[in-house]
């Protein structure tokens, strides 16, 4: 069973980069897709990327489009989400998850991370 730890969060300024890790144990990520979702405070779980494993393939929520990348390390099994240009609206609690659909639909998603907190000063 695949085991999920995110890190790299923490406080920003506003227009500041943050690096969020997500790091598999107990399987690795070849057969899945990895997601970011976040939650902020008061509201519901959204997506935010998806990558597709074995190709690579790539998908990103509308309010992130440009700003944020998702990318892998094979030799790591870890997923990275580079998040550049932040805003106060992306303070929230980001998870890492995977499954096996290429979907913005997080119940698809099999596995979670415990999550990390990002904040954003302005």
């Known amino acids: 069973q695949v085991q999920l730890v995110e890190s790299g969060g923490g406080l920003v300024q506003a227009g500041g980069s943050l690096r969020l890790s997500c790091a598999a144990s107990?399987?690795?990520?070849?057969?899945?897709?990895v997601g970011w979702f976040r939650q902020a405070p008061g509201k519901e779980r959204e997506f935010v990327s998806a990558l597709i494993w074995s190709g690579g393939l790539t998908n990103y929520g509308d309010s992130v489009k440009g700003r944020f990348t998702i990318s892998r390390d094979n030799a790591k099994s870890t997923v990275y989400l580079q998040m550049n240009s932040l805003k106060p609206e992306d303070t929230a609690v980001y998870f890492c998850?995977?499954?096996?659909?290429?979907?913005?639909?997080?119940?698809?998603?099999?596995?979670w991370g415990q999550g990390t907190q990002v904040t954003v000063s302005s």
């Open positions: 107990g399987g690795t990520f070849s057969r899945y897709v």
């Open positions: 998850a995977a499954g096996q659909r290429f979907t913005t639909v997080q119940a698809s998603y099999n596995y």
